[in-house]
T-cell receptor, first 113, second 116 residues
Framework: GNSVTQMEGPVTLSEEAFLTINCTYTATGYPSLFWYVQYPGEGLQLLLKATKADDKGSNKGFEATYRKETTSFHLEKGSVQVSDSAVYFCALSDLRTGNQFYFGTGTSLTVIP | EAGVAQSPRYKIIEKRQSVAFWCNPISGHATLYWYQQILGQGPKLLIQFQNNGVVDDSQLPKDRFSAERLKGVDSTLKIQPAKLEDSAVYLC??????????????FGPGTRLTVT
């Protein structure tokens, strides 16, 4: 079946530090991969996506590369800001199940000045 | 473009009472999803509609939860009777599926339900 495993948090970083949040997946087909971000009191917002192997998604300084050989989609940012404090969810979608999404458990990030 | 709208934003009820949530997806989005997000966890799919038909409701507790999407636009999710473990945020999302592409889901702000 399909599933997503994220590194557990919470993660606390100082401003301008390097961020990595690990995400690995299990899929029976060829899924699309996503990172969503959830700010306090808000719904989930799409951060970036990749639809096939070796694709790199990027947005707002965040990047993630779809690695089929390691079944991974790790999120990275070179220099985090206080405004990046949020919960980050890795997800995959499988067209064979009607675009159903499978979410990881989320990783809470706090960036301190 | 307007986003996914949900109401109410917050609801507090006693156990065994009933409650209903409303969702209006992005215009033109054929697919609508309801998720349950328990504190500290990722969203769990409850039900997925394609237009006004159910695609997947395998994780919907049908003895107490029901959902409908009349006319393929707005949707309501109902819980009757509520239990303490139903306390969660209920998220509605919509997406556009066309051809062979896999499209991202757009989420509403959610309804935070507290059952006492």
């Amino acid at each position: 079946g399909n599933s997503v495993t994220q590194m557990e948090g919470p993660v606390t970083l100082s401003e301008e530090a390097f961020l990595t949040i690990n995400c690995t997946y299990t899929a029976t087909g060829y899924p699309s991969l996503f990172w969503y971000v959830q700010y306090p009191g808000e719904g989930l917002q799409l951060l970036l996506k990749a639809t096939k192997a070796d694709d790199k998604g990027s947005n707002k300084g965040f990047e993630a590369t779809y690695r089929k050989e390691t079944t991974s989609f790790h999120l990275e940012k070179g220099s985090v800001q206080v405004s990046d404090s949020a919960v980050y969810f890795c997800a995959l979608s499988d067209l064979r199940t009607g675009n159903q999404f499978y979410f990881g458990t989320g990783t809470s990030l706090t960036v301190i000045p | 473009e307007a986003g996914v709208a949900q109401s109410p934003r917050y609801k507090i009820i006693e156990k065994r009472q009933s409650v209903a949530f409303w969702c209006n997806p992005i215009s033109g989005h054929a697919t609508l999803y309801w998720y349950q997000q328990i504190l500290g966890q990722g969203p769990k799919l409850l039900i997925q509609f394609q237009n006004n038909g159910v695609v997947d409701d395998s994780q919907l507790p049908k003895d107490r939860f029901s959902a409908e999407r009349l006319k393929g636009v707005d949707s309501t999710l109902k819980i009757q009777p509520a239990k303490l473990e139903d306390s969660a945020v209920y998220l509605c999302a919509s997406s556009l599926i066309r051809g062979a592409g896999s499209y991202e889901q757009y989420f509403g702000p959610g309804t935070r339900l507290t059952v006492t």
